[in-house]
């Protein structure tokens, strides 16, 4: 019979749903737990005292159950709302370290830039949906940060 290995039309089926968006912000690499010789020495190049700049693209996931009656984990309308909140107003055209306030004290590395998204993300997202934050910060360099 079609489809008797397959789940039920009952069952919950979970599903992961994604958004890209770029933006593009300088920022310098130093952070204020080290020397400036051992800034210099662990960052290099990025910690030039005037900083550089990228088109970070970042991809926002959720995880959940696809809902039996609108067919979504949830609206990519919403989700694109929660982005532009978090993400593109606070960051985008910015100096992350002296823009944002976060960055004051934490080095703007891309696993802090990831991990400043995610807190902030979880507190407009419906609990529990959020799975992964991946920030590309150029074309060869890749942050996963799934909250743990
Ligand atoms: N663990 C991390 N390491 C580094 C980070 C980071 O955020 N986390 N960031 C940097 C620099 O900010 C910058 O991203 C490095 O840029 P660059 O070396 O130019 O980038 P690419 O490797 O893609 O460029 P090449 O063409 O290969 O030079 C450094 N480290
Ligand atoms: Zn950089």
Redesign the pocket.
Same mark, same amino acid.
């Given at each position: 019979m079609a489809g008797s290995s397959a789940q039920s039309s009952t069952a919950e089926r979970i599903g992961y749903i994604s958004r890209i968006e770029s933006f593009s912000a300088c920022h310098r690499?130093h952070s204020i737990h080290l020397s400036d010789e051992e800034n210099k020495k662990v960052y290099g190049k990025?910690n030039n005292p005037n900083g550089h700049g990228?088109n970070y693209k970042v991809e926002v996931t959720v995880r959940g159950k696809i809902d039996a009656k609108t067919g979504m984990v949830m609206n990519l309308t919403d989700l694109k709302k929660c982005i532009e909140e978090v993400i593109m107003i606070p960051l985008d055209h910015k100096n992350l370290d002296k823009d944002v306030p976060y960055f004051t004290t934490v080095v703007s %590395?891309?696993?802090n830039v990831a991990v400043y998204i995610w807190d902030n993300m979880v507190k407009v997202l419906p609990p529990g949906l959020l799975y992964e934050i991946k920030i590309h910060? %150029?074309?060869?360099?890749v942050v996963v940060y799934r909250g743990e």
């Open positions: 690499l990025c990228h %590395t891309t696993e910060e %150029t074309d060869k360099n």
